[in-house]
């Protein structure tokens, strides 16, 4: 069996409607940069707040990849 090594990187993003929409543009924007991911693994979830409103979601990622 191959031996493998893998990367950790955290990330962070931002989304008006939901955490998930959050999460999601996080993994896109690290797509674009880093190839193989494996697995996201969600560490943080809050909110942004304006005049005691809520007006965006963030989502902290770990997202694991193989190095080559």
């Known amino acids: ?10 990330v962070v993003g931002f989304s008006e409607t939901s ?8 993994i896109t924007a690290v797509d674009k940069s880093v ?3 494996r697995v ?3 560490l943080k979830m809050d909110m942004r707040l304006e005049d005691n ?11 694991s990849f193989k190095l080559e």
């Open 1 to 10: 069996m191959e031996e493998s090594v893998y990367k950790f990187i955290e």
């Open 19 to 26: 955490w998930e929409d959050a999460a999601r543009a996080a």
């Open 53 to 63: 409103r809520i007006v965006g979601y963030r989502t902290k990622l770990k997202v």
């Open 35 to 37: 190839r193989d991911m």
């Open 40 to 42: 996201a693994e969600v």
